[in-house]
């Protein structure tokens, strides 16, 4: 019987929503990556400029058009060139990088302002970080960081179908911190719609004794259909 109480609500809220599926792709190149440890110089992490490919996908609802709930899973990971870290003659270290993102999304879709939209609310997101650093340093360890922060997405429509599309997101929780930040045009359509453009990731961790900051550019595409 509870079953069936639960169900009859949750199918007139199914019948006024939007579902949207999104995938996000193209490559990841390491802006900074540093380790510091208690009484240590940093230790550099990444090798800079070297580029992998990276997806992500979001599902998504959007009830009676004002209410955006999504769910984002993501995967990055990236080794270091070897022979690339020789500081001394005598040191020469490989660095195995991997983080997984888990982010729960919020917005609220605001009354649309002439050439103005706006979506504003909340999200929190769990990372799953690991390092590990072989040869003149050894090293390895892995963090779990939850944290929770503002979301929002802003356009400016310059026709019907093109429009700038600027999406901010920021985190912080205990010992740990994120900003998040993508730009690019969107192209809409009559069910889906095609972004292109940069996103900057700068994500960090912290301890009582070790900090783990890491930063890298994201050049993709975002590929949006909804139903």
Do not use: C
Not at 92 to 115: C, G, I, K, N
């Amino acid at each position: 019987m509870k079953r069936l109480v639960w169900l009859l609500v949750l199918l007139p809220a199914v019948a006024l929503a939007t579902l949207d599926i999104q995938v996000e792709s193209g490559v990841a190149m390491p802006w900074r990556g540093y380790l510091q440890q208690s009484g240590e110089e940093r230790t550099e992490v990444f090798d800079r400029g070297l580029f992998r490919a990276y997806l992500q996908a979001t599902l998504g609802y959007t009830l009676e058009d004002v209410h955006n709930i999504e769910v984002q899973i993501s995967s990055f990971s990236l080794e270091s060139t070897p022979g690339f870290y020789v500081a001394a003659p005598a040191e020469e270290y490989f660095s195995s990088f991997a983080q997984q993102t888990l982010r729960l999304r919020y917005r609220y879709v605001l009354p649309p302002l002439d050439r103005f939209s706006l979506r504003l609310g909340l999200q929190g997101s769990l990372f799953l970080k690991g390092l590990s650093l072989s040869g003149s340093k050894e090293y390895t360890n892995k963090w779990s960081d939850l944290s929770f922060g503002p979301a929002a997405e802003i356009r400016f429509s310059l026709n019907n179908i093109v429009s700038l599309a600027i999406e901010v997101e920021a985190g912080l929780g205990k010992g740990n911190g994120f900003l998040d930040l993508f730009a690019g045009l969107n192209f809409d359509g009559p069910f889906y719609y095609v972004r292109t453009g940069t996103r900057y990731v700068m994500s960090s961790s912290f301890s009582e004794t070790e900090i783990l900051s890491v930063s890298f550019w994201h050049f993709g595409a975002q590929f949006r259909a909804s139903f």
